[in-house]
């Protein structure tokens, strides 16, 4: 519930509300934060200012290189979960991964035929413990589209720092080394937990951002800039939150 608060679009209604409430009182200083409400909502919502906050994120990591396959000692391909398309009425109600959970899992599918490594995905039910998991989830889609068997199951976990607990759990001391999958602005946060949980790890990051638009066009703001911020921002925050708390 936080979260939705300090993160777009959230911060921004918050910062609106308080212009108005300051409005009748302090007009200088609600103007003040009209101002710098429209600044920040404009600057998130450029391909500029989003493709810089996820590219620094993403900079010290780079794609898996498999065609040196001999030199990746990994024992599994571990794949974070990414979220759920709830009841998803075009699969008669079932639910599905989300679309960056997809994304995840086309990307560890390729490195399964690529390697053949054994997989395992984590990832529990966050709000519900009765509802299905996602590693269950996964491991049904794994199954039924891509014809690979989830050998390792990791499904009651509702953070990125319970995936690495819970999966080391879960592996017992079958497993040191793993090639972790996830998207490129997520892997610091994801692999400080792993490695944190005792794995060596390897990076195995997909979906990298690039600049593909025209100067002119990078300062145009769009919706879809402003989610990718909001990636970015939820990233920032989440790792200051688990090096206070976990870390």
């Not at 998130?44 to 990746?72: G, W």
């Not at 997809?102 to 990307?107: A, C, F, P, T, V």
């Not at 269950?136 to 720092?161: A, D, V």
């Not at 497993?175 to 994801?190: D, E, F, G, N, Q």
Request: hydrophobic content about 50%; aromatic content about 12%; glycine content about 6%.
């Amino acid at each position: 519930m936080i979260k939705l608060l300090v993160l777009p679009p959230g911060i921004n209604l918050v910062l609106l509300l308080f212009v108005g409430v300051l409005w009748f009182k302090r007009r200088t200083m609600s103007l003040l934060l009209l101002a710098f409400t429209f600044l920040l909502t404009y600057c998130l919502a450029t391909p500029f200012v989003a493709s810089k906050l996820l590219q620094h994120l993403e900079a010290e990591f780079e794609p898996l290189n498999i065609s040196e396959r001999d030199q990746i000692k990994a024992e599994a391909i571990v794949v974070l979960g990414a979220g759920r398309h709830s009841q998803a009425a075009e699969f008669s109600g079932k639910d599905a991964p989300s679309a960056f959970g997809l994304e995840r899992m086309l990307y560890a599918a390729h490195l399964v035929k690529q390697l053949q490594l054994p997989l395992a995905v984590a990832g529990g039910a966050v709000f519900d413990p009765k509802m299905e998991s996602e590693a269950s989830i996964m491991s049904r889609y794994f199954l039924e589209y891509f014809h690979i068997i989830t050998r390792w199951q990791e499904g009651s976990s509702r953070n990125t720092w319970e995936n690495a607990i819970n999966s080391g759990k879960t592996f017992g001391k079958d497993v040191s080394t793993i090639l972790l999958v996830t998207h490129s602005w997520h892997m610091k946060r994801a692999k400080a937990c792993f490695e944190k949980a005792g794995f060596t790890v390897i990076p195995a990051p997909t979906r990298f951002s690039s600049d593909s638009l025209p100067v002119a066009l990078n300062l145009i703001p769009s919706a879809n800039a402003l989610s990718k911020s909001t990636y970015a921002l939820h990233e920032y925050i989440g790792f200051l939150w688990y090096r206070l708390v976990y870390f």
